[in-house]
Structure formats: structure tokens, C-alpha cells
């Protein structure tokens, strides 16, 4: 079983929509999770940290659910610009997991 | 601040032909990684170096890759023979724990150096 799973899409979604992406992990014991962004041909870059809390970032909303092991990433008023795949990592000991990653195609 | 630099960028070589990259971290960086990352898949971890000690190795496939980290800054990767299946994106990473803590610290990547074998 892989340490991250995430559907991997493509999301095609129109400008101006609100689209959800979630992904789970198998290791109880993770300590920290985060969501990055990895445009074609790029290297992944952090886009967000995730706490149990729920953090936002602007058009951005993150949250995890410890109890069932899933992370969620919200965005809101999609821009073309938000045209990318976004990768959902899991931190257990200093050793960073990523899933294969979710793309997104914002269309105009 | 400077980022992770690595180098080279893009790299053609025929099958069974070496190839060596080179990463060096942001400064101050003691958690150095590489990572390989095929077409359509997340980075997978080859190795992690705590300073200069190779802590987790084990997904690195050792008849042909081969890593060092002297003096715990730079890093080189190299592979050889190089095989078909090696073409792939190699990224090296670093992070800093944030005050001793293990968690909360984040990682940082370098632009990736292309590689294909023909």
C-alpha cells in the first residue's frame, strides 16, 4: 500500500469555480502534512502547510482529519493561473512522502 | 537567500554510460534528499543525508547508484551503468528542523536535473 494516495484527475473545472481535492495516508504516527504545487516541467514548490485546525490562505483552505488519515485542499474562485497538479505530502520522522498528485486544468 | 542548486540541468547519455549530479542545499540545511520522479508520479525518495550520514538509503538502488554528502554541504549522485529506466527527473531537497523539533520543518527542492538514456 502506498504511504499517500490521491486521485490523480485531471480536474477540468471553469474559472471562478470551487474545487476540492483530498488525498489519505497510511501511517498513523505521521507527524506533519502539507500540500505543494508542481507546475509542468517544475520542481514542487510548498504551497501550504496543514493543521487539524484548518488553516486558510487566502483563496486557499487546507485540512486534515487525524481520525480518518485524509487531508483535503479547497480552492475558491479557480484561476487559470491555479492550472497545475498540487501533490499532498505526508512528514513522518523527517522523511517526506509525496502522492502522485492531483492535476488541475482551470479553463477559460 | 539562495535555494537549492543542482546541476546538471538536463543530461543525455547512452545506456550503460555514467552520469554524475551535483546538489548543494540552502545554506544551514543539515537534511539533504534526492529524489527521483518519473512521468506522472510524485517524487519517490532515493536517500537522506542528516549532515553527512546517509540516514535512510534503502529505496537506492545500490548495484548501479551510489550517493556521497563530504563535509555534510554538497552532495553528489551518480549512477553507472546508466539503464533505459533510469531516464527520470532527479531532485535534490533540503530542510532545516525548526529549533531541534523534527516536525513542522518543510523541503525544499531544487529545479531537478533531466536525465535520458538512449
Known amino acids: 500500500r502506498k504511504e499517500v494516495e490521491q486521485d490523480p484527475g485531471p480536474f477540468n473545472v471553469p474559472e471562478g469555480a470551487t474545487v476540492a481535492f483530498n488525498c489519505t495516508y497510511s501511517n498513523s504516527a505521521s507527524q506533519s502534512f502539507f500540500w505543494y504545487r508542481q507546475d509542468c516541467r517544475k520542481e514542487p514548490k510548498l504551497l501550504m502547510s496543514v493543521y487539524s485546525s484548518g488553516n486558510e490562505d487566502g483563496r486557499f483552505t487546507a485540512q486534515l482529519n487525524r481520525a480518518s488519515q485524509y487531508i483535503s485542499l479547497l480552492i475558491r474562485d479557480s484561476k487559470l493561473s491555479d492550472s497545475a497538479t498540487y501533490l499532498c505530502?505526508?512528514?513522518?520522522?523527517?522523511?517526506?512522502?509525496f502522492g502522485s498528485g492531483t492535476k488541475l486544468n482551470v479553463k477559460p | 537567500e539562495a535555494g537549492v542548486v543542482q546541476s546538471p540541468r538536463y543530461k543525455i547519455i547512452e545506456k550503460k554510460q555514467p552520469v554524475a549530479f551535483w546538489c548543494n542545499p540552502i545554506?544551514?540545511?543539515?537534511?539533504l534528499y534526492w529524489y527521483r520522479q518519473n512521468l506522472g508520479q510524485g517524487p519517490e525518495l532515493l536517500i537522506r543525508?542528516?549532515?553527512?550520514?546517509?540516514?535512510?538509503d534503502s529505496q537506492l538502488p545500490k548495484d548501479r547508484f551510489s550517493a556521497e554528502r563530504l563535509k555534510g554541504v554538497d552532495s553528489t549522485l551518480k549512477i553507472q551503468p546508466a539503464e533505459l529506466g533510469d531516464s527520470a527527473v532527479y531532485l535534490c531537497?533540503?530542510?532545516?528542523?525548526?529549533?531541534?523539533?523534527?516536525?513542522?520543518?518543510?523541503?525544499?527542492f531544487g529545479e531537478g536535473s533531466w536525465l535520458t538514456v538512449v
Open positions: 505530502v505526508v512528514n513522518n520522522f523527517n522523511k517526506f512522502y
Open positions: 531537497a533540503s530542510s532545516d528542523r525548526d529549533r531541534g523539533q523534527i516536525t513542522g520543518n518543510t523541503i525544499y
Open positions: 545554506s544551514g540545511h543539515n537534511t
Open positions: 543525508y542528516e549532515n553527512e550520514e546517509a540516514v535512510d
